[in-house]
Structures are given as C-alpha cells and as structure tokens.
C-alpha cells in the first residue's frame, strides 16, 4: 500500500475510529457503574429518546420557535451593525465617537443582561431572547462591518468620485464588492451567537423553544430526553453553520477579486 | 595545497563526513520521487567543500539527509565513524532564512545559547562560549537584543554564532547567503572565511551561486540534475587567504567559475526537464522537509491568527 | 470631474473642520467622550424624578451601586464570582493547551478526536449548564467545572490549529541543535504557537464570563449572576440595573487586564511583525 493510499484510508478510518470509542465508552460506562446511569444514561437511550420525539413530531415545534427567535434577532442585529459598523469603519471621527460606548458594551457579557431583559419584556414570549440573541450578535457584524468599509482602496473611492458616480453606483461597485466578504464572515459569527443567546433565553427564562425544552426534561428527570436535545441543539448550530459557510462561498464566487484575499483567510 | 597551518588546534574529531551511496525517494503522489540517487562524498577534515547544482536538484535534500534531519532511503552517512541516524553533537547547521531560524521570542544571546543548554553545558561556560563566538561574527554589544531588531545580515551572524558556540566540528550551511544584498552577502562570506580558518573546522556549503562557491571552497562538488548524484568533483587550487577583489581577478579563478557553471548548464539543459508532478509536490526548499516525515504529513498551514474557532462569545 | 480630483479626498478630509478634530490629541478626546457623555445625560435627564418601575432614576441606580457593591456584596458575591472565574478560566486553559498541543503534534490523534471535537464545540455553552448539574449537582465545584469545560474549546482547537502551523524549519533548526522533544515543545512550538493560543483564550475568556454568570442564575446562592436575578426578582429595578454596570465593569477590567498581560507577553510578536518601533 502506498503512502498516499494509506493516508486516504486513514483519513475515513481515525474519524470513524475515534466517533465509534467515544460512543462505545458512553454506551458501555452507564451499564456496568462506571458512571451513574442516572445521570448518565447509555447513548443508546439517548438517541432513543431524541428518534422518539421527532418520530412524535415533537421536536419541530421548538425548533422553529427557537429559529424564528434567531431570525428576528439577526434581522434587528444587521439593522444596528451594519450602519454603525459602517460609521465606525468609515471615518475617524466616526471611530472616534463610537469608540467607547461600543468598547464599554461588548465586555459586557450579553447573558448578564437577562435580569433587566425580564424586568422590561416580561417572561412570557419571546420579545426577552429577541433582545438578547440581538444583542450579542451585534457586535461580531458591528466589527466586520467596519473592517470592511476600511478596506476600501481609497484610490478606488477617489477615482469612483473623480467619475462623478452617483451614491448608488458607488455603492454597488466599490462599497459592496468590498464589504461583502467581511459581512460574510460578520454573518457566520453573529448568527452562531445569537443562535447559542436565544437558545440561553429560553432554557434559563423559560420562553418557548429549544431551550425550554431542555429545562422542561430537566426539571422532569427525564435525562435521556434532555441530552438529546441538547444535542439536537448542538446539531442545529453546526446545521446553520454548515449552511451559512455554503451560502457564503456561493455568494462570494461573484467577486473573484475577493477570492485571492480570501485564500489565504478562509480554511 | 594542504589545508592545514601551524599551530591548528588538535579537534578530538575530525569533522569527517562519509557519504555513501545515499538515495532519497518521496513517497507523496502516486509514484516514488527519487529527488537523489547514489550520492557518494567523502570530506576531507578542515576543508571548506561547496556544493552546486542546477535548479531543483536534490541539493537541500541531500543537507537534510547529511544532517541526520531526514532518513535516507537507501545508503548511509557516516560522521567521523559513527553512523548518522540523527543531528550528531558535533554538527551545526545554518539555514538560509535567518527569520525562521532564529527564534523570535528569544533575545540573540538566549538563542545562542539555547542549543549549549540542551547539550548540558553548565552557565559560565554557555555564556562565555556566547559572547566568543558573537564576538567573533562581530556582534558583541548585540546580545540583548531581538532577531527582529537586526538587519538581516546581522541575523545571519547571530545564526553562524549560534553554530559557533555549539563547538562543532562540521558546519553545514544551507544557502546561508542567498537572504542579504550583494554588499552583506560578500562581509558574510569573508565572515566565514575568517571563522574557518581560525575554528579549523570543515566546512560543507550548499548554494547556487556559482561565484561564492568557486571563490570560498577547496573543492567545489557538482551535483547533476533530478534524480541527484555526483557529476563531478572540481579541486580549487586558488592561493589563501582569498580576497573578494584580487582572488576574483585571477585567470584561473574564471577558469574554475567557468568549468563549474559550463558543468552544470550541461546538466540543466540536458533532460532535467521540466520538474515532475512529484518534484512539484515537494519543493526543493527547507518547507518541503513536510513530506519526508515519517507520518505523511503534508500540508503546511499558512500561520493564520484569524483562523480556528471564530465563534466569538460575547 | 476632472482627474486632478483623484488623492484630493484625503486631502479635503484633513481640511475640513471634523479632520482637524481628529488632528489634534484634546479634539481627539472630545470626540471619544462626545457620546458617551450625551447618553449618560440622557439617561440622566429621562429619568429625573421618574416612578416608573422599568426606568428608575440613574441617581437611584448609581446609590444602589454604591450601597450594595461598596462594600457589602463585594465580599459576599463579587469575590466569590471571580474565584469561581479563574479557576475555572485557567483549569480550562491549561487543560486546553495541554491537550491542543498533543492533538496539534500526533497527526493520527487529530484525525481520530476532530468529529468529537468539532460536535462539542457546536454545543451552545450555556446547555452545558443542565448537564453538569445532573451530574454534579449544584455548588462551587459545579459551577467551576461548567466554566472550565465552556471555556477549553477554544483554547483547544486554537491551541491545534497554532501547534499545527508552527514553521517546519523553526522545528527542524531545534532537531539540528539536539533539542529533545520536550524542549522543543516548550522552547519552539508552544512560543510558535502563542499567537493562536492567544486568541483561543482571549475568546475562552469570554466564554467563561458568560458560563460563571449562567451558573449563578440556575440553583446558586450567591455571586454576581445571582445578585442581579435576585435584584429582578424582588422588584429591585434600580438594583437590577446597578447589577448588570457591575458586572459591565467586571467585564471590562477582566478584558482589559488580559489584555494587558497579553501585549507584555506576546511583545515579541509584534516585534516581529514590524508593528513596534525596535
């Protein structure tokens, strides 16, 4: 066999290998008092529960609910960002302005905002992890936002005026053409925020979705069920990972001149 | 003419290198590439040897192999009678990228020293052995400062002190040159010229600069193309010490150049060809040591800050 | 329109009244405190004398800081809060760059843990939260133990993608010299490989705010997490409000203080990339 053969065949093997001890040791652990079954109930049962409640048809409802709770989010985040992201990137005085107002939230852990969420928004509903998941996910887009409009070539921008462009020109061929990528990335960063923000909402206030769900199989003892949808949470962030990624190489083979850029950027 | 003078300190080794019959194949694509094949050399103790080539021969493959760095994959190399198998205590090398080599989160003396500490040196004598061979590559006053804070030329010295200090008998140096301008490549070159002599130690440089090796060497070696063997041997009998103006004014120091470049245009134009799909997977250059490690891996990642997980919390 | 124009926008920038703003270092300063201090003033004059239980005034939310967090709850909650913190953060780090460096140097092991890896990771943090405390119930030791295991992600696969792009001929110039493996991990891959680890611990931090506070908000009984919920809970608006500064607070000197201890440490990358002056 050589190299280049082994080295394919290892590459579909070692995944598979290490998948199948983790799961080995999860299922064999529980049953023979490695681990308290309990709490630890064998992967088997896990997925079980988690093939049970889809073939129930009940694990679409939250999903959606936590989704539309992530899209609202993402829309009030863009419409904040990207503006002010763009005032920031665009200008020094404009840096300069935003500076520390932006500098003093983004510490801010966005889960600490729970508390005054409640008090303005209520538990009910799902205005509370709206506001949350839009929050955080403000500042990831903020941020490249204003990458982006700094990273237009300013003999570009000269030349754009020099022609006489109009705003929507310009927009169109040199801002956009420029931003775009770092919205990209912006995007992908954000809505993995959002998603884990509005997911938090509801397991900790116990709004409608995913996260509830979770809390509801906690607090009923009913582990295997819980950590399925825990890991039908985490299935759904790499879902919308893997999606936005897809969507953001198909949206930027339009620009092959950010194509070079993003070689060296982008794995 | 011998290469020996009086009073040239006793070495307990001799700085022998006997190489035999190696050859080297990578094993990356669908087929072996052979990069050398049955390489036969024999140093002689205190010669400078310069080794040439045409473009893309095994020359750094080879250096790889010598230093122990890299198996071989048939023949053997042997360092004052002792197989090598790994980087023997008493071989230093230097590379050609000074800014790779040279460690960047250590000062100059830290990186001097670094080697002395591994080999078990106690204190005193690392930091004296420090500051002899920086003294001696003209860097005294340099010590605390940072690679990056030097020139390149600089950089280059602090690599040829680091290897200094390691109190070799063999030095090996990578195309130590091919880095700096013209006027630091030729300082350099009589740097090393002047470290020789005085260290007596042997000497063995690869490059590709004709003139540099004609003008450094006792013997210059040609290298033939893709799969790499010896073409030929050529004795270099100018008188020493050399001199950048006068010994590159004589007759025969042309001649030698020459007979050397006439050698290996023979060989680049005589089938080396285009390289091979395998000769493009790996380059001919220290970042294509990838391919020779024992586990395959061949990818070499740009150093990317931005990469990893990019899920950022807030 | 004509060609001239090209360069000028520089130019005019530096020429009108806002360049020359930015020019000078007190304009400088009047710009950054420009907005901050409307909205304080904002915040401030909206709620002079105001009833309304959803926006207290910011005279009773700075009182209430100053009561409750100078000193009382400092001992009670903040400290208790930022121990559980660094432990946590550093068992998280350590554990993380140990175990990213061996999985960044054995190729076959990488390989073998990256679908496990990578799945984890996609598990939000804050679920993290219901499975510890299954298991290990609720308390200190709990609590530590969901941040330490929130926070090694990234730590650990930044660790593996910094390990993994350390330059080859940095490597092999430490074989040449007789440098064992373990002084190689020490003196050439993990410096090499700092600057990514950085990066993976400055995003750890972040993530083990988030999960130290979670973990007072879910079965605590003190902490900063719990003392806002609690303010919530007992109508205390005033007292949410202040709680949720605090801990804005909290967040900006942990951030500014890795910050600072990054840019001493890691001077010499800087230095590197030609972004000091000597």
Known sequence: MTTATRQRSEAILLPLLGVVVVLAAFEIAPRIGVLPRQSFPPVSEIFGSLADLIAAGELWTPIVQTLDGWLRAMLIASVIAIPVGMLMGASRVGALTLRLPVEFLRPIPSVALIPVLILLYGPQGSALKIALGAFGATFPLLFQASYGIADIDPVARDTARAFGLKFRQRLRHLVLPTMLPYLATGFRLSAAVALILVITGEYIVGVPGLGREVLTSQSAGAY??????????????????????AAERRVLRWHPSQRARLEGRTP | MADRRAGAIDRPQAGVLAIDAVSKAYETGAEPFLAIQDVTLKTEPGELMCIVGPSGCGKTTLLRCISGLMPATTGRVDFDGDEVTSPPRHMALVFQDYSRSLLPWMDIVGNVTLPLRAAG???????????????????????????????????QRAAIARALAYEPSILLLDEPFASVDAQTRADLEDLLLDVWERKRLTVLLVTHDIDEAVYLASRVVVLSASPTHVKEVVPVDLPRPRDQITTKEMPEFAHLRARVFASIKAESSAGAGTPSAGAAAVPDDTSGSAAGRADGETSQKKPDVTSGTTREQE | MTMSRIGSGARRAQGTAMGGLTRSRVGRIVLQLLLPTALVLAWWWTSRGSTSYFWPPLTDVIGSIRSDWLFDQFMTDLVPSLVRFTLGYFLAVGVGIAAGTLIGLLPRLRRATSPVTEFVRAIPPPLLLPFVIVTLGIGDFSKVVVIALGAVWPVLLNTVDGVRSVDRLTVDMARSFGLGPLRRIVHVILPGASPQITVGMRIGLAVALILMIISEMVGSTNGLGFRVLDAQRSFDSAGTYGGVIVIGIVGLIVNAGFLVAEARIMRWYRGSRGLLDG
């Open chain 1, 224 to 245: 295997s069920q819980m950590y399925g949808l825990i890991i039908a949470a985490g299935l759904l962030g790499l879902a919308v990972n893997i999606g936005l990624q």
């Open chain 2, 121 to 155: 040196v106690p204190r005193k004598d690392r930091t004296e052995l420090a500051r002899l061979s920086l003294e001696s590559v003209g860097l005294a006053g340099h010590e605390h400062k940072y690679p990056w804070q030097l020139s390149g030329g600089m950089q």
